[in-house]
């Protein structure tokens, strides 16, 4: 896989609406429809930087393929965004994200190997929503508590968790082990993008990222639960060939 970016644009937009200036915002959980369960074109994730200068991690379900195909384009249109290869994997123990992979991991890898082949690349672990009580695919508090001395970040804002609380034991949590949280929008359709973020010094590898997100600022807007109600829509439809995504 090659990226040439073509230097045409700053990382931090010039049409900065509102936002501090100088600094980047990140949405670090967003879906793309190489997730099965997801309704978003690359192009919505793209225009979001454009527009409102939020860049988002692509972190589909098992697959590096929405990542790619917004990166391509990102790494294009703007000379300082890094190519950043996220994945939400599914082990046999729940799910852990990776970022600033070089490879798709596969899933159904045990926890501890899934952070091995995390390790192995350079890349970043992250969990989500780490204390969903409404998704069965959460690593399960038994699991975290064997492996959280491994895991660089914790997600301590989900904006489709449904119980407030869950996002806060995430953060007292992370408060406990001196891990970083994590902001994400969860988005898996276009009308949820740009609703949650980080503003955060630019950042340009790995390292500077996890210091970078250790000091940045949330701006967090939870969904209503009912979004979770789409997400079942959007299964249907693509499971009957009603829509298609990719
Ligand atoms: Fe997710």
């Known amino acids: 896989m090659t990226f040439e970016p073509s230097h045409q644009s700053p990382i931090v937009p010039e049409h900065d609406n509102g936002g501090e200036p100088g600094f980047l915002r990140l949405d670090m959980h967003v879906h793309s429809w190489y997730s099965s369960d997801a309704a978003t074109d690359p192009a919505s994730i793209i225009r979001l930087w454009e527009k409102k200068g939020i860049l988002s991690l692509v972190c589909d379900h098992n697959t590096t393929a929405g990542a790619e195909a917004v990166y391509r384009e990102l790494t294009r249109i703007c000379r300082d965004i890094p190519l950043i290869l996220s994945e939400e994997i599914t082990t046999t123990q729940g799910e852990i994200i990776g970022v600033f992979l070089t490879d798709k991991?596969?899933?159904?890898?045990?926890?501890?190997?899934?952070?091995?082949?995390?390790?192995?690349?350079?890349?970043?672990?992250?969990?989500?929503?780490?204390?969903?009580?409404?998704?069965?695919?959460?690593?399960?508090?038994?699991?975290?508590?064997?492996?959280?001395?491994?895991?660089?970040?914790?997600?301590?804002?989900?904006?489709?968790?449904?119980?407030?609380?869950?996002?806060?034991?995430?953060?007292?949590?992370?408060?406990?082990?001196?891990?970083?949280?994590?902001?994400?929008?969860?988005?898996?359709?276009?009308?949820?993008?740009?609703?949650?973020?980080?503003?955060?010094?630019?950042f340009s590898e790995p390292k500077d990222f996890l210091a970078s997100i250790g000091e940045a600022s949330v701006r967090f807007r939870a969904m209503h639960p009912s979004i979770h109600f789409l997400t079942m829509m959007v299964k249907v439809a693509r499971r009957n060939g009603l829509f298609s995504g990719v």
Request: glycine share 10%; charged share 25%.
């Open 105 to 202: 991991i596969p899933a159904g890898l045990s926890a501890g190997e899934t952070l091995d082949r995390i390790e192995e690349q350079g890349a970043i672990s992250l969990v989500p929503h780490p204390f969903c009580t409404y998704r069965s695919s959460a690593l399960q508090w038994e699991t975290l508590h064997d492996i959280i001395g491994r895991v660089d970040i914790l997600e301590g804002y989900n904006a489709r968790i449904t119980r407030a609380g869950e996002n806060e034991l995430a953060r007292e949590c992370a408060a406990r082990y001196g891990k970083p949280v994590s902001v994400g929008s969860d988005a898996h359709t276009p009308l949820e993008l740009g609703r949650c973020y980080l503003e955060m010094v630019p």
